[in-house]
């Protein structure tokens, strides 16, 4: 009987080790990176007939459907939790995060909107600095300033340019970042399935009174894109899991940035809409920023923040 429990032990270690595959964490993340961009092409199109809260809901509900069925297989004891406050937590500032995100694709350019959500790797210090105490990384000052300045010229506050929308954008990445910390709590006491299967209920259960009160029956003709805004953000997600598994974060995950190119081509094709010079320079600081953060010191990995 000693060995059987035995082997699952020794199985499970080498999982636990940094694992170098660069070049295929790499394809799985760039993989990642435009499904993100086509589904913020889907709730681009689904903001012009649906309400924000609907779509919330519609992207957490039917995820929670598709991951029900393995949890289900396994048995609902395995995702037993004695840490519910905190899932609840997490998933209520993880929801605030979505719907200042779907709210900020539908009002600006998808590369914008991608670009501020993914300016999270800026604040996730902070975050941990004010909530867990944590000493900030050395050497992180600069990637911040730089990426606030790159915020700055996004936002473009005094020139008449000036669009409310950014600053809930940022608000989004704030809420965000503060979710991220969450899950680098959670993951020393639970497993990636108990705060995936935590986060679908809460996020589902929060997001389906607002749902109720603006509810409007989508079109037959939107029903396919529904489906296709679910499959892109949650096969996405499950790349982006699958790089990190193949590759540490400060390695592979300036490689979702690749999503705000994808998003401008998008941006381009599909709605013909292009992005001003400083908007453009604020870009390229803010990705920069953000890659320089991810390198730089003990970083959270992050996960896509609010899809």
């Known amino acids: 009987?000693?060995?059987?429990?035995?082997?699952?032990?020794?199985?499970?270690?080498?999982?636990?080790?940094?694992?170098?595959?660069?070049?295929?964490?790499?394809?799985?993340?760039v993989t990642a990176a435009f499904l993100f961009?086509?589904?913020?092409?889907?709730?681009?199109?689904?903001?012009?007939?649906?309400?924000?809260a609907m779509v919330v809901f519609l992207r957490s509900g039917l995820s929670l459907l598709v991951l029900?069925?393995?949890?289900?297989r396994r048995g609902l004891a395995r995702v037993r939790t004695q840490h519910l406050r905190e899932h609840v937590v997490r998933g209520a500032v993880g929801m605030a995060a979505m719907y200042c995100f779907f709210f900020v694709i539908a009002k600006l350019g998808l590369a914008e909107a991608l670009l501020l959500n993914y300016s999270l790797p800026l604040f996730i210090p902070l975050v941990e600095r004010a909530w867990l105490g944590e000493p900030t990384p050395p050497g992180i000052w600069r990637p911040l300033a730089i990426g606030m300045?790159?915020?700055v010229f996004i936002l473009k506050p005094g020139l008449g340019l000036f669009q409310p929308a950014a600053l809930v954008g940022v608000l989004g990445a704030l809420c965000a970042a503060t979710a991220q910390v969450g899950v680098r709590r959670l993951?020393?006491?639970?497993?990636?399935?108990?705060?995936?299967?935590?986060?679908?209920?809460?996020?589902t259960v929060i997001s389906l009174g607002?749902?109720?009160f603006a509810w409007v029956t989508p079109a037959a003709g939107q029903i396919s894109v529904i489906l296709a805004m679910v499959a892109a953000?949650?096969?996405?997600?499950l790349m982006m899991t699958r790089a990190y598994q193949l590759a540490p974060a400060a390695q592979v995950g300036p490689f979702i940035y690749g999503s705000v190119a994808f998003a401008a081509l998008f941006?381009?094709?599909?709605?013909?809409?292009?992005?001003?010079?400083?908007?453009?320079?604020?870009?390229?600081?803010?990705?920069?920023?953000?890659?320089?953060?991810?390198?730089?010191?003990?970083?959270?990995?992050?996960?896509?923040p609010a899809e």
């Open 187 to 203: 993951t020393l006491t639970e497993s990636v399935t108990n705060i995936v299967f935590y986060f679908s209920i809460s996020s």
């Open 149 to 151: 300045l790159g915020l």
């Open 68 to 72: 029900l069925p393995p949890i289900l």
């Open 267 to 304: 941006d381009w094709l599909l709605f013909a809409r292009h992005p001003d010079g400083l908007s453009s320079l604020g870009t390229a600081l803010v990705v920069g920023a953000g890659i320089l953060a991810l390198r730089g010191g003990r970083v959270t990995r992050v996960t896509a």
């Open 233 to 237: 953000g949650t096969v996405a997600q």
């Open 37 to 52: 961009a086509l589904m913020s092409v889907m709730v681009k199109l689904l903001s012009h007939s649906l309400p924000n």
């Open 210 to 212: 607002p749902a109720l």
């Open 1 to 29: 009987m000693t060995p059987g429990p035995a082997r699952p032990v020794k199985q499970e270690k080498p999982s636990l080790e940094p694992v170098t595959n660069l070049p295929r964490a790499a394809a799985f993340m």
